[in-house]
């Protein structure tokens, strides 16, 4: 790095004494001016040769001393010498030349000349009008800067003389109106002939033939009095086409020869060979001008280089230095080539893994699904007989193998239900509702729920919600109960003799929405500090030393990944042997009329003492005999057939106030003989009776026609609502 700084600094002391040997005297900025002037009165004049060579000389010397209005002012009076020369291609490209030039100054003059003069070449040259209409209103932006009247009302004639040339005359008509306006104010001569040949042709639009007259014949007076050739020979013209309108074919054509020959002064042969001389010279000139740029910086090196041998010294290093650079440089990009090749090859690997994953995925969703069907079924068969050997022999109610029989089937059934739990929530399968409740009431229905696990193990639950806590709450109650169901058995469960609290606090309220702080404390076992950082895993358990405490080891997974859903976070501080301390934070919208619109948007449960007439489709014997005596309980009646087929034949002779529909069976599933049903116009309600997840098959249920889905094992109360409330509702529509 030192020695890199030492050859900038040489080499910027060398350019500054190359400079300081090598000044001349500059031209002067006035000297310039002056130059300028002289070419555009030689252009005027029409002597385009000596414009051209004075342009030459005044544009070299702007450009020796930097001065870019200067330039754009040149470049402007090269390309006015072209456009009277009616070499139009050249013009436009000076006049964009001096355009690039006036650009980067302040100068909104020459940006109003230049913009204009453009749009007299596209318009009355080139017959772009549109085009020409553009720079003509940017010409005129720049006026209202300056702000210059005159060069405003020269903008304001040449878009109403384009208008009118293209027959637009409504839309040019404004354009004249304010030039009219200005010259009772100014009396601007440069204007009057074209004024004047203006307002003549807008009247001969209108058909007012006098008034057009009077304007041609004093456009003509007013042009050779102030011999404008110009202006004059554009009056003769659009005069003549006014006389060919009126038939008046003679004073046409001797008006049309007086624009012909008033041209031909104006563009004389030998002025316009003598002016081509130049602008080829002033072309050259331009070339010549770029190689004497490259060959005076080449001198300057030249002649740097000759000054001091240290600087071809300091430039042999430089060279030297960039060689090890460029070597570098190629070392790099093979480095680089190489590195990208290897990071392809390991895409394309993380593609065909990423790809093998999902499948793997969809494999274990599949066989989750499966699994959780393939056990449920024969649960429900546990669960159901357990059930009604309990309801049909009251004697073995105190059977302590009966009883563990239906513990152990419903604690097998917990752990299906948690695998199936995870799973969802991996998948983002889970959206959280919104419904209304209490939150004392919360703690107290898991508080009951959990008494029995309390009593095994001698523990005391006690309950403390801060009274600031509104009463009615909305949100998930049913995962926000999940949560405290898992923190609550797990602390009932490692604690033995002691205490569990569940604390309630709120902490703020913003916009509605209450912050409250939840704390569910033991004084259990504890759990190790090394321990902490895996208990919220999915499959691990800590603290199973002495005592088996059972479980899949999914409950605290479960907790962590429902309050991700809410938003939160869950924290814990414990110690061995003295217990542990679980807290998170979760937000519960508090409004009135939401809670009210909720309760009212609840279905009632419409129990009824008839006797319904029920068809169940179930292909399992031991699920039909469940299913049968469940029903036939409540004094329903009940007839059951074993497929689809059967199904579709009896409901041609008899009729059944609702259906309970297996799925999964042999011949033809529960969605197509729904779906059949419904084909033959029969509205009686149907259940889905299934051991699938209900997420799973509720689209294909509805699309089949099915009412609702009741997921095996149930609670017989939570069937006998469902079947109630869709028949009194199909009752009540027919």
Same mark, same amino acid.
């Given at each position: 790095?030192?020695?890199?700084?030492?050859?900038?600094?040489?080499?910027?002391?060398?350019?500054?004494?190359?400079?300081?040997?090598?000044?001349?005297?500059?031209?002067?900025?006035?000297?310039?001016?002056?130059?300028?002037?002289?070419?555009?009165?030689?252009?005027?004049?029409?002597?385009?040769?000596?414009?051209?060579?004075?342009?030459?000389?005044?544009?070299?010397?702007?450009?020796?001393?930097?001065?870019?209005?200067?330039?754009?002012?040149?470049?402007?009076?090269?390309?006015?010498?072209?456009?009277?020369?009616?070499?139009?291609?050249?013009?436009?490209?000076?006049?964009?030349?001096?355009? %690039?030039?006036?650009?980067?100054?302040? !100068?909104?003059? +020459?940006?109003?000349? &230049?913009? =204009?003069? $453009?749009?007299? /070449? *596209? #318009?009355?040259?080139?017959?772009?009008?549109?085009?020409?209409?553009?720079?003509?209103?940017?010409?005129?932006?720049?006026?209202?800067?300056?702000?210059?009247?005159?060069?405003?009302?020269?903008?304001?004639?040449?878009?109403?003389?384009?208008?009118?040339?293209?027959?637009?005359?409504?839309?040019?008509?404004?354009?004249?109106?304010?030039? %009219?306006?200005?010259?009772?104010?100014? !009396?601007?001569? +440069?204007?009057?002939? &074209?004024? =004047?040949? $203006?307002?003549? /042709? *807008? #009247?001969?639009?209108?058909?007012?033939?006098?008034?057009?007259?009077?304007?041609?014949?004093?456009?003509?007076?007013?042009?050779?009095?102030?011999?404008?050739?110009?202006?004059?020979?554009?009056?003769?013209?659009?005069?003549?086409?006014?006389?060919?309108?009126?038939?008046?074919?003679?004073?046409?054509?001797?008006?049309?020869?007086?624009?012909?020959?008033?041209?031909?002064?104006?563009?004389?042969?030998?002025?316009?060979?003598?002016? =081509?001389?130049?602008?080829?010279?002033?072309?050259?000139?331009?070339?010549?001008?770029?190689?004497?740029?490259?060959?005076?910086?080449?001198?300057?090196?030249?002649?740097?280089?000759?000054?001091?041998?240290?600087?071809?010294?300091?430039?042999?290093?430089?060279?030297?230095?960039?060689?090890?650079?460029?070597?570098?440089?190629?070392?790099?990009?093979?480095?680089?080539?190489?590195?990208?090749?290897?990071?392809?090859?390991?895409?394309?690997?993380?593609?065909?893994?990423?790809?093998?994953?999902?499948?793997?995925?969809?494999?274990?969703?599949?066989?989750?699904?499966?699994?959780?069907?393939?056990?449920?079924?024969?649960?429900?068969?546990?669960?159901?007989?357990?059930?009604?050997?309990?309801?049909?022999?009251?004697?073995?109610?105190?059977?302590?193998?009966?009883?563990?029989?239906?513990?152990?089937?419903?604690?097998?059934?917990?752990?299906?239900?948690?695998?199936?739990?995870?799973?969802?929530?991996?998948?983002?399968?889970?959206?959280?509702?919104?419904?209304?409740?209490?939150?004392?009431?919360?703690?107290?229905?898991?508080?009951?729920?959990?008494?029995?696990?309390?009593?095994?193990?001698?523990?005391?639950?006690?309950?403390?919600?801060?009274?600031?806590?509104?009463?009615?709450?909305?949100?998930?109650?049913?995962?926000?109960?999940?949560?405290?169901?898992?923190?609550?058995?797990?602390?009932?469960?490692?604690?033995?003799?002691?205490?569990?609290?569940?604390?309630?606090?709120?902490?703020?309220?913003?916009?509605?929405?209450?912050?409250?702080?939840?704390?569910?404390?033991?004084?259990?076992?504890?759990?190790?500090?090394?321990?902490?950082?895996?208990?919220?895993?999915?499959?691990?358990?800590?603290?199973?030393?002495?005592?088996?405490?059972?479980?899949?080891?999914?409950?605290?997974?479960?907790?962590?990944?429902?309050?991700?859903?809410?938003?939160?976070?869950?924290?814990?501080?414990?110690?061995?042997?003295?217990?542990?301390?679980?807290?998170?934070?979760?937000?519960?919208?508090?409004?009135?009329?939401?809670?009210?619109?909720?309760?009212?948007?609840?279905?009632?449960?419409?129990?009824?003492?008839?006797?319904?007439?029920?068809?169940?489709?179930?292909?399992?014997?031991?699920?039909?005999?469940?299913?049968?005596?469940?029903?036939?309980?409540?004094?329903?009646?009940?007839?059951?057939?074993?497929?689809?087929?059967?199904?579709?034949?009896?409901?041609?002779?008899?009729?059944?106030?609702?259906?309970?529909?297996?799925?999964?069976?042999?011949?033809?599933?529960?969605?197509?003989?729904?779906?059949?049903?419904?084909?033959?116009?029969?509205?009686?309600?149907?259940?889905?009776?299934?051991?699938?997840?209900?997420?799973?098959?509720?689209?294909?249920?509805?699309?089949?026609?099915?009412?609702?889905?009741?997921?095996?094992?149930?609670?017989?109360?939570?069937?006998?609502?469902?079947?109630?409330?869709?028949?009194?509702?199909?009752?009540?529509?027919?």
């Amino acid at each position: 790095m030192p020695l890199i700084r030492i050859v900038l600094l040489i080499i910027l002391w060398s350019s500054f004494l190359g400079t300081a040997f090598g000044q001349t005297q500059l031209p002067t900025k006035k000297g310039i001016e002056k130059l300028t002037k002289q070419a555009t009165k030689l252009r005027e004049s029409g002597d385009f040769e000596k414009s051209l060579l004075v342009s030459r000389l005044a544009l070299r010397k702007s450009i020796a001393i930097h001065d870019n209005v200067l330039i754009a002012q040149n470049y402007n009076n090269v390309a006015a010498n072209y456009n009277d020369l009616a070499e139009f291609d050249k013009a436009i490209f000076y006049y964009k030349k001096a355009l %690039n030039y006036a650009n980067i100054t302040q !100068n909104d003059t +020459i940006k109003q000349r &230049i913009n =204009n003069n $453009l749009g007299n /070449m *596209y #318009c009355f040259e080139k017959k772009k009008y549109e085009k020409g209409i553009v720079y003509y209103r940017r010409a005129l932006e720049y006026s209202k800067k300056i702000p210059d009247s005159s060069q405003m009302a020269f903008t304001n004639l040449n878009i109403a003389w384009a208008y009118f040339d293209i027959g637009k005359f409504d839309e040019g008509e404004g354009n004249l109106k304010m030039i %009219n306006s200005y010259y009772k104010k100014h !009396n601007n001569d +440069i204007i009057i002939v &074209i004024l =004047n040949m $203006l307002n003549g /042709m *807008y #009247c001969n639009y209108k058909n007012e033939d006098t008034k057009a007259d009077l304007y041609f014949k004093e456009a003509i007076r007013l042009g050779k009095k102030l011999n404008e050739k110009s202006d004059l020979s554009f009056s003769h013209l659009e005069y003549s086409k006014f006389l060919l309108k009126r038939k008046d074919y003679k004073r046409a054509y001797e008006n049309l020869d007086i624009y012909t020959r008033l041209n031909d002064e104006i563009y004389a042969e030998e002025k316009l060979e003598k002016a =081509n001389v130049e602008g080829i010279n002033f072309e050259l000139d331009e070339y010549r001008r770029a190689i004497d740029k490259i060959e005076n910086e080449k001198d300057l090196q030249f002649q740097s280089l000759k000054k001091s041998r240290i600087i071809v010294l300091l430039f042999i290093i430089a060279i030297f230095v960039l060689l090890l650079f460029l070597n570098s440089l190629i070392k790099n990009n093979k480095f680089r080539l190489k590195s990208n090749a290897d990071l392809m090859i390991a895409n394309e690997e993380l593609i065909i893994a990423n790809k093998k994953a999902q499948e793997s995925a969809i494999l274990k969703t599949q066989f989750v699904s499966t699994i959780s069907h393939e056990l449920r079924t024969p649960l429900y068969g546990v669960v159901g007989i357990t059930d009604l050997l309990l309801e049909e022999h009251k004697e073995l109610a105190t059977s302590p193998h009966l009883n563990s029989l239906k513990f152990s089937a419903r604690y097998l059934l917990s752990l299906v239900n948690d695998i199936l739990q995870i799973n969802k929530i991996e998948e983002n399968k889970i959206i959280l509702d919104n419904l209304s409740f209490n939150l004392t009431d919360e703690f107290y229905m898991i508080k009951n729920s959990l008494s029995f696990i309390a009593k095994k193990n001698n523990n005391k639950v006690y309950i403390d919600v801060d009274p600031s806590i509104p009463e009615s709450l909305i949100g998930d109650k049913l995962r926000f109960a999940q949560i405290l169901m898992n923190l609550v058995s797990n602390a009932l469960k490692f604690t033995k003799n002691g205490e569990v609290n569940l604390i309630a606090k709120q902490i703020a309220i913003k916009d509605g929405m209450h912050s409250i702080a939840i704390k569910i404390k033991d004084n259990g076992i504890g759990i190790a500090s090394l321990d902490q950082e895996k208990i919220f895993d999915k499959f691990v358990q800590v603290g199973r030393k002495e005592i088996d405490y059972q479980g899949t080891g999914l409950g605290l997974a479960i907790v962590k990944r429902l309050l991700e859903l809410f938003g939160s976070e869950i924290t814990v501080e414990s110690e061995l042997g003295k217990g542990t301390t679980f807290t998170f934070l979760v937000n519960f919208e508090c409004n009135a009329g939401k809670t009210t619109e909720i309760i009212n948007n609840i279905q009632v449960d419409m129990t009824s003492s008839q006797a319904f007439k029920v068809l169940v489709v179930e292909d399992n014997p031991i699920n039909q005999l469940i299913t049968k005596k469940t029903i036939e309980k409540n004094n329903y009646s009940c007839v059951v057939v074993d497929d689809g087929f059967k199904a579709l034949e009896i409901l041609e002779n008899e009729e059944f106030d609702i259906i309970l529909m297996d799925i999964n069976m042999p011949l033809m599933n529960g969605f197509e003989t729904s779906r059949r049903i419904r084909q033959r116009d029969i509205e009686t309600p149907i259940i889905a009776l299934t051991a699938f997840d209900k997420n799973e098959i509720t689209d294909e249920a509805i699309m089949a026609g099915m009412n609702d889905i009741i997921v095996k094992p149930f609670e017989s109360v939570q069937l006998f609502k469902i079947i109630n409330c869709l028949i009194l509702k199909t009752k009540s529509v027919v």
